[in-house]
């Protein structure tokens, strides 16, 4: 079964920084490319970056600079290294693993950049 577990989200003032963990749990994690999303309410779910198998990554022009994502494929986690925060930041962010056609999904971690 897999799993994906977040952590890491809290209250950071602008200007600070976070770095998210993602714990991926029953697949050959290496094997797999790794995204992160972002979600506030009424809106809909946003690719932040992902990181490929390889370890190519892409990211979203608002985060570019910003945002970094890493992987250790010994610990089957994927993180995001956030700098800079800003408000327009504040979201709920999940992690994504597309495993034989079907997409897996974690609970989220809030994220809140407020003074």
């Known amino acids: 079964q897999v799993q994906l577990v977040e952590s890491g989200g809290g209250l950071v003032q602008p200007g600070g920084s976070l770095r998210l963990s993602c714990a991926a749990s029953?697949?050959?994690?290496?094997?797999?490319?790794m995204a992160w999303y972002r979600q506030t309410p009424g809106k809909q779910r946003e690719l932040v970056g992902g990181m490929a198998s390889g370890g190519s990554t892409n990211y979203a022009d608002s985060v570019k600079g910003r945002f970094t994502i890493s992987r250790n494929n010994a610990k089957n986690t994927v993180y995001l290294q956030m700098i800079s925060l800003k408000p327009e930041d504040t979201a709920v962010y999940f992690c994504?693993?597309?495993?034989?056609?079907?997409?897996?999904w974690g609970q989220g971690t809030q994220v809140t950049v407020s003074s």
């Open positions: 994504n693993v597309k495993v034989s056609a079907r997409t897996y």
């Open positions: 029953g697949i050959i994690f290496s094997i797999y490319n």
